[in-house]
Each structure stands twice: as C-alpha cells, then as structure tokens.
C-alpha cells in the first residue's frame, strides 16, 4: 500500500521497493505518527477545513487503531511503506472517504520530521530520566566515602591522596553537564514543523501555531524548507549521547583497572560478572568492558548522520531517512548501558584499606612533605630534591614515607621534627586542602550539600 502512484504506469521493482520502505524501522513512531494525525484534524476542524463531526469520526479511529496496535488486534507488517501510510490505510479501510481526508494540508516530508522530533523529544526526557537515577547512585557513594582515602592520579601514576567521594564526584560533574546539554538540546528542537507541507508551505488556511500548542511545542518552525530538511536537533542528540557514553567509558576503564588483581580497589558483584570458559579462577568485568566497547557504536551514529547530511542540498531528500536506524540504536545502546552501570556500581564493593594502602605505597603525600619544608624555611626547589632522595630511600626499604625513621629524615635534612609524621597522615594531606573544588573535609561537605541539592531541585 502506498500513498502515491497517480503519475506511475509501472509497478515498482521489489528490490527497489523494499530498499525504499522504512516501516521495518519507523514503526517505532505509530504513537507520534496518531498523535500528530490528532492535532492536525483539530486543527483543520477549527480552520473550517473539515466539519467537527468529520474530526470526531477521525479521531475516534486513530484512538481504535492505537489501541488495537497496542493489544496486538493489529500488527505492524511489511505490506506498508512506512508508518505513514499503516496509520492512513487503516484509517481509510475503517471510516472510508472522510479517513482519506487525513492528509489535508500536509506532506509526508513534514509528518515525518514531526514524527521524528516528537519520538527525540520523549527519548531526550527519557534518557534524562536514567541519568538521574545514575546519579542518585553516585550520590549516595560520594555521601558515604568522605573518608575512604585512595591514590589520585596524573599519566596512570599514583599523584596525591584524594578520597572516593572526591574522585566519584567527578563524575557526577561530568553527568551533571551532561543532563544540562540534554535540556539545552529540548529547548532548541521544540518548535513543531507540522503545516510546512513538501516544503513550501500549503494554500490551505493552517493555524500552524494552534497545532504547535496541541503538541506542546514552544511554537511553529519560521522556514518551512528548514523545517523539512533540519536533523540539526539529531546530530546535537547524537553528540550529547556520545559524550555521554564517553564519561561512561572513563569511569569504565577505571572500573577495570581498579577491579584488576594488581589494584584490588573494587569487587564487582556477581551478577554484574563473568568467568571464564578455560580458566576457573577468572572473574571478568564484562559489562564494563561492553560499555567501553559500545562507545565507539555511538560515536559511529553520530559520523554516520553527519557524513549523511553534509552534501543533501535543500529541502528533502531520501538520504535523510537514514538518520533514523542509527539513532535509534544510539538511543537504546544508551540507555541500557546507562541502567547497566548504574546496576554494576550499585552493587560494587570497595576495598577502603587498600585503597589506603596504596596511596600510602604510592607516595601521594611527597608533595605535602615538600610543603612541610618550604613552611620551616626550606626554598622549594631544595625541598623537592629532599624529598625526591627520601622516596628513592623508601623505594629500597619497600617502605612508604610515613614508615621511615626519625633518623632517615634527619639525614635527609635537619629541619624535620616529629611533627612531620602529623604533617603526611593520609587525613592531614587530604583535609588540608580545603579551596572550593579540592577534596578537604570542608569542601567536600559544601560540595555533598550542593549535589544534594542539585538532585532535589531537578526534582522539586
């Protein structure tokens, strides 16, 4: 069934008609597709360009498709085009000539582009809504790790001593921004492209802004050739996903590394693991390791759909149909590996006193030992040789800088007292640090009570 054919003779090919069709992906839109066939005869009823009796026999059809389709009475299948035309065929099929009168006043080109923007919209608030209770996640870590004290790092080597609250905390910066770009990207696509016709506009008196509002769009689009033709609101969905998925792959890799043998800074759980077929003791972080890998899918959308419209002159085109499988995969890979790490490092168990150890080992606290110099009158640069040789001296004893003797800092130089061991306890080197960002008790309790506050404003 198609909606078209008046100025053809011939048949079209098979293989050409199922590399045009669309419905084996588009069904996903039948929801937007009625939805949209609803406000339009609303609003075609209120320009006078059908009765109000013709609306009511219309609506009351697509309300019966919807159900049936939802129930199952009606499938979906192959025989249509695309979703378009399943919706108008049914339609016609029910209620017969005053169904026909649908597509008043508008184009597939437009209905399409409304379609699409109306199913971004919702995923945009969908995904929004996941990363949210990610977030919540990562809260409740950061609340509870305020004294778990682990090695930060720069080029993968042990820097200075942060906690796990701190280091989480990045995170939920990176996510914070990330639900923000999410808003903006709402905001700017929420203005409704239905009544652009082909891409010319129609002669038929639409009250355009009327439809906008039944839609809950901001307002009409201002070009009706833009209107037709913009996937700019995909490729800004397309990249906030990516981003997205590159935090998720950040904090993956880190996962994977702190779960190693050699760190042994976390333990995943066993349902968010793997073993192995060949060899028993293996206990494998799988899931991270697909969310690292399912980044580069997203990435793959994003330079697909950019590459798709970089040449396609005004206004529509075929090619654009291809903007819809890669966004849609982009859309659920996201969401299921977002609710797939949100389970993984719920359930995770972290290793506090290795963690500790191990900045301890690491020797974390040389810098603040440099500190502790330069404040007994020591030139920095000095101080750092000073120390630097007490790491050397700790590296030989196997030994971290809070183990050495009173008698190896004297050596080192005589301005060290017994109140340098006070001086680069894990706590003294974290607390101390106390500016706006750092991960000093202070600080990260005003920074705590500003997550917190973040997540009840969102939700206020």
Not at 75 to 84: A, G, L, Q, R
Request: proline share 2%; net charge negative.
């Amino acid at each position: 069934m198609k909606l078209w054919g008046g100025r053809f003779t011939k048949e079209e090919n098979k293989l050409v008609d199922n590399f045009n069709a669309s419905i084996s992906f588009d069904q996903k839109f039948y929801k937007q597709d009625i939805r949209g066939s609803k406000a339009h005869v609303t609003m075609l009823a209120k320009q006078g360009i059908l009765t109000e009796a013709e609306r009511d026999e219309i609506i009351a059809c697509l309300d019966g498709i919807l159900a049936d389709v939802e129930s199952g009475k009606l499938e979906i299948d192959d025989t249509y085009e695309d979703i378009h035309t399943f919706v108008e065929a049914n339609l016609i099929e029910r209620i017969g000539a005053t169904g026909k009168k649908l597509h008043t006043g508008r184009s597939r080109n437009d209905q399409v582009a409304l379609d699409m923007k109306l199913y971004t919209r919702d995923e945009v608030d969908e995904v929004k809504e996941v990363l949210y209770t990610l977030m919540k996640t990562l809260y409740k870590i950061i609340d509870e790790n305020q004294e778990t004290y682990m090695p930060g790092f720069t080029h993968l080597q042990k820097a200075q001593p942060v906690t796990l609250s701190h280091h989480v905390g990045a995170y939920f910066e990176m996510f914070k921004r990330d639900r923000s770009r999410l808003t903006d990207i709402r905001k700017r696509m929420n203005t409704c492209p239905l009544g652009a016709g082909a891409l010319a506009g129609t002669t038929y008196p639409l009250d355009r802004e009327y439809t906008a509002s039944l839609l809950d769009f901001d307002s009409a689009t201002n070009n009706s050739m833009d209107s037709v033709s913009d996937r700019d609101y995909l490729i800004e969905f397309l990249d906030a996903l990516s981003i997205i998925m590159m935090h998720l792959s950040r904090f993956s890799e880190e996962i994977i590394l702190w779960n190693s043998n050699e760190y042994k800074f976390i333990e995943l759980d066993d349902s968010y693991s793997t073993g192995s077929s060949i060899m028993p003791q293996k206990k494998n972080p799988d899931i991270a390791e697909l969310i690292r890998g399912k980044t580069g899918r997203v990435y793959g959308a994003l330079m697909g759909l950019l590459t798709t419209m970089k040449g396609i002159p005004l206004a529509y085109n075929k090619d654009m149909q291809e903007d819809k499988e890669g966004v849609f995969d982009a859309i659920d890979t996201v969401k299921g590996c977002i609710m797939l790490f949100n389970g993984m490092i719920s359930t995770a168990k972290f290793n506090d006193a290795r963690m500790r150890k191990s900045a301890a080992m690491g020797f974390t606290n040389a810098t603040d030992a440099a500190d502790y110099l330069v404040e007994h009158g020591i030139p920095f640069r000095d101080a750092h040789g000073i120390i630097g040789s007490l790491v050397l001296k700790c590296i030989e004893k196997n030994c971290a800088l809070d183990d050495l003797s009173m008698e190896d800092y004297k050596e080192a130089c005589p301005a060290f007292e017994e109140d340098i061991y006070e001086a680069i306890k894990m706590e003294t080197c974290v607390d101390k640090r106390n500016t706006k960002g750092a991960p000093g008790r202070e600080a990260m309790k005003q920074f705590v009570e500003e997550c917190g506050r973040y997540l009840k404003e969102e939700y206020a």
